[in-house]
């Protein structure tokens, strides 16, 4: 399972640390400070049981990853993924990272293909499903998540 990590600026040896014993993953930098990518071979619900359960010191948030795109295709890969959306409320949230895109106009348009391929209802507010997509540079990481699947945690000092 791939993911992505957060952690304080500075901060990415230990939070590595911590992904490599929790997880047994192996963990990667980013050209952006506190920004990790990674694989582990557990599963993603067995991996995201772990991150709750295990106490950090840097990591901030754990994100699973379906799929790793290049950004010329996330739109295409959008409207295939939203063909196996099951019903239900959803939202799209968007981060970018070295890329010259507004997030908020990226939103609007992927939410867009997904409510014209799914008809499934907008709620920005209590979503059921959120299509969580991270641009990094060149690539986009794309999670279909419920809120519960994105582990956010407070690092200890």
């Not at 993911?3 to 640390?17: H, N, Q, V």
């Amino acid at each position: 399972m791939k993911f992505l990590a957060t952690c304080p600026p500075g901060r990415e040896g230990d939070a590595s640390l911590e992904l490599e014993w929790a997880l047994k993953a192996k963990v990667k930098r980013t050209r952006w400070g506190g920004v990790l990518i990674g694989e582990s071979p557990i599963n993603r619900n067995e991996a995201l049981k772990k991150i709750r359960e295990f106490e950090t010191f840097a990591l901030q948030k754990f994100i699973p990853l379906d799929y790793l795109v290049p950004l010329e295709e996330l739109e295409r890969k959008i409207e295939e993924i939203a063909r196996e959306l099951p019903k239900g409320s959803f939202a799209v949230r968007v981060k970018v990272r070295g890329a010259k895109i507004g997030e908020k106009t990226l939103e609007k348009k992927l939410g867009g293909i997904i409510k014209r391929v799914t008809n499934n209802p907008v709620n920005l507010e209590e979503p059921e499903i959120i299509v969580l997509i991270n641009v990094l540079g060149k690539k986009a990481g794309i999670t279909i998540a419920r809120k519960d699947e994105i582990v956010k945690k407070e690092p200890d000092d």
